[in-house]
C-alpha cells in the first residue's frame, strides 16, 4: 500500500526556512471537459496544494492521443482544461502549468525507460485490460484478452502500443520531476505502484540512488471517487454520467434530477441502496455537514423526499461550479493569455525535464563522442 501522508505542515514548512520545497505532479488528459470526479478527485488537491509546494500541473495530450482523438477536438480539449485549470483558481505564478507535448524530454525518456519494462506487467495492468476490451470489442472479462490481442489480425480494432506503454509514459511524466507527491483519484493508484516499482528497478539495475518513490497524496484521508448519477460507482467521462465543471444551471439541474434513486427506505435506518448512497456521498462532498445530516436522519427516520433532496443538492453543486464556470467562460477564448501560460509552464518544466534526461542519458550510457 501506498504511504499517505496525513500532515502537511510536517512534509513542507516553508515558514521553517526549507527551501527545498516538496515536489508535486500531476495531470488530466484533454480528452473532453473536467467533470465533479476530475475535479474533487484531482484538481481540488491541486488548488490545496499549490500554496505549500512546488507543483507541476500538465494536460496530459500524449496520453489522450492513445485512443486516436479527432485532432481539432484534441486540440480543442488541450485549451479547454487549461482554461478551466485557471478557471478553477490554479495560479501560474505559483504552479508550473504546461502542456505534455510542449516538453519534448519526456518522449525521449519515454524510450529510454521503456528498455526496463516488461510487456507482461504492462499487459496485466487492469486499466490497459480494460481499454484494451474496449478496442476490440469484447464483453466478458475472461482471461482471454492476452490471446485476443495476439490473434487479433484486424487493422482497425487493434490495440495499439501506446495504450500498452501508457504506464511508462505516465512514470515519466512523474520521474521527469523527481516528484514527491503526485495527487490523483483512487482509480490511478495502480498507475503509481508502477511507477514505484520502476523506479526502483532503475535504481537498482545501474547501482544508483536516483530516483525516489512517488506516493499519492490525499491530506490525510481515503483517495476520493466520486460516484456517478446514474447509480454505478464512478464519475466518469466514458461512462457518460458527468456533472461537468461547465454544464449551465439548466442542464445541471436537470442532470441531477433525473439521478438514479429507489423507492424509497422500506423501514427505519435501513442501509440506503448504492444509487441513494452515492447522492449521499456526492451531498458529503459539496453540502454543508448540517445539511447532510438533516437528510441522513430524514431517510432513516423515513421521511425523505430524493425531489427536496435532490433540489438541494442541485443547488449545492451550482455554489461550486457556478463561479468557476462564468470563470472558464471568460478565460477559454483568450488565446493570448493562455499561450503566455503555457510557454511559460513549458519553460520552467524544460528546465527540469532537461537535467533529468541529461542524468539518465549519462547513466544508462548514451554519453555521445566527447
Ligand atoms: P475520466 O475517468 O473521466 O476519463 P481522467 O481519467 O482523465 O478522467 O482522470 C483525471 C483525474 O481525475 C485523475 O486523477 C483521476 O483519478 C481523477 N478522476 C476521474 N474520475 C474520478 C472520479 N469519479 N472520482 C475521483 N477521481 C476521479
Ligand atoms: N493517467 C492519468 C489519468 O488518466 C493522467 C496522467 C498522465 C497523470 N500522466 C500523469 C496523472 C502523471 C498524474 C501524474 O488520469
Request: aromatic residues 8%; negative net charge; charged residues 30%.
Amino acid at each position: 500500500m501506498a504511504e499517505i501522508i496525513t500532515d502537511l505542515k510536517e512534509i513542507s514548512n516553508p515558514s521553517a526556512g526549507d527551501d527545498a520545497k516538496k515536489i508535486v505532479v500531476s495531470g488530466i488528459r484533454s480528452t473532453g471537459n473536467l467533470h465533479l470526479g476530475n475535479y474533487y478527485g484531482a484538481l481540488s488537491k491541486f488548488l490545496r496544494m499549490q500554496d505549500d509546494f512546488d507543483c507541476r500541473f500538465f494536460i496530459a495530450d500524449l496520453h489522450a492521443l492513445t485512443t486516436n482523438p479527432d485532432p481539432n477536438q484534441l486540440h480543442a480539449s488541450v485549451k479547454n482544461i487549461l482554461a478551466e485549470y485557471l478557471a478553477a483558481g490554479l495560479d501560474p505564478d505559483k504552479a508550473t502549468l504546461y502542456v505534455q507535448s510542449d516538453v519534448p524530454e519526456i518522449a525521449e525518456m519515454y524510450l529510454l525507460l521503456n528498455m526496463h519494462v516488461g510487456i507482461g506487467e504492462l499487459m496485466r495492468t487492469a486499466s490497459f485490460k480494460d481499454k484494451a476490451r474496449k478496442a476490440l470489442g469484447l464483453t466478458g472479462d475472461g482471461e482471454e484478452i492476452e490471446k485476443e490481442i495476439i490473434g487479433n489480425q484486424s487493422s482497425q480494432a487493434r490495440v495499439n502500443a501506446g495504450l500498452l506503454t501508457y504506464p511508462t509514459l505516465m512514470a515519466v511524466d512523474i520521474l521527469i520531476h523527481k516528484a514527491d507527491f503526485v495527487p490523483v483519484g483512487k482509480d490511478q493508484e495502480q498507475h503509481l505502484e508502477l511507477t514505484r516499482r520502476f523506479a526502483r528497478r532503475f535504481n537498482s539495475f545501474y547501482g544508483v540512488d536516483y530516483f525516489g518513490e512517488p506516493v499519492n497524496f490525499n491530506f490525510g484521508g481515503e483517495a476520493v471517487k466520486v460516484p456517478g448519477l446514474d447509480g454505478s460507482g464512478k464519475m466518469g467521462k466514458s461512462e457518460g454520467n458527468c456533472i461537468y465543471l461547465l454544464d449551465d444551471e439548466k442542464t445541471l439541474r436537470k442532470k441531477v434530477m433525473r439521478a438514479v434513486t429507489d423507492e424509497g427506505p422500506k423501514e427505519p435506518n435501513q442501509k440506503p441502496s448504492q444509487p441513494v448512497e452515492n447522492l449521499f456521498t456526492l451531498m458529503e462532498l459539496v453540502s454543508e455537514p448540517s445539511t447532510v445530516e438533516h437528510f441522513r436522519n430524514a431517510y432513516a427516520d423515513m421521511s425523505i423526499r430524493y425531489g427536496d433532496m435532490k433540489k438541494q443538492l442541485a443547488e449545492d453543486i451550482l455554489k461550486v461550479t457556478t463561479p468557476i464556470r462564468e470563470r472558464i467562460l471568460d478565460i477559454r477564448d483568450n488565446d493570448e493569455y493562455l499561450a503566455k501560460v503555457v510557454k511559460q509552464g513549458a519553460e520552467r518544466a524544460r528546465a527540469a525535464a532537461s537535467e533529468t534526461l541529461r542524468d539518465v542519458r549519462e547513466i544508462m550510457g548514451i554519453r555521445g563522442i566527447r
